[in-house]
């Protein structure tokens, strides 16, 4: 699978970005695990939410629980993650990717990783 994560940028803290993750085609992204994670300069690799399978239901670490909101179109074999209220400490490059389904979302052997975008909060 090819997976590509775009959206990112420059936002000021308070600010909001919507970040996209495209899968190619064949690889539908709706039987599938699919994450989003986050990795800041000198720390390591976060996970941020995820979407099991078929389950249209996303969890979230408590870090972006509240701020950040996973969805997923079908029709778009996408993912998305919507982040309001972004921080400073949000700075970080962000990739999204798959795993087979039947795990937590902690427990899944993510395989499929795609390029990141970069994500800075300043002022």
């Known amino acids: 699978v090819q997976l590509q994560a775009s959206g990112g940028g420059l936002v000021q803290p308070g600010g909001s970005l919507r970040l996209s993750c495209v899968a190619s085609?064949?690889?539908?992204?709706?039987?599938?695990?699919v994450g989003w994670f986050r990795q800041a300069p000198g720390k390591e690799r976060e996970a941020i939410s995820c979407?099991?399978?078929?389950?249209?239901?996303?969890y979230y670490t408590n870090s972006t629980k509240g701020r950040f909101t996973m969805s997923r179109d079908n029709n778009k074999n996408a993912v998305y993650l919507e982040m309001n209220g972004l921080k400073p400490e949000d700075t970080a490059v962000y990739s999204c990717?798959?795993?087979?389904?039947?795990?937590?979302?902690?427990?899944?052997?993510?395989?499929?990783w795609g390029r990141g975008t970069l994500v800075t909060v300043s002022s």
């Open positions: 990717a798959t795993g087979p389904s039947g795990y937590e979302c902690n427990k899944t052997p993510y395989n499929g």
């Open positions: 085609s064949g690889f539908p992204l709706k039987y599938f695990t």
């Open positions: 979407i099991i399978g078929n389950d249209d239901i996303a």
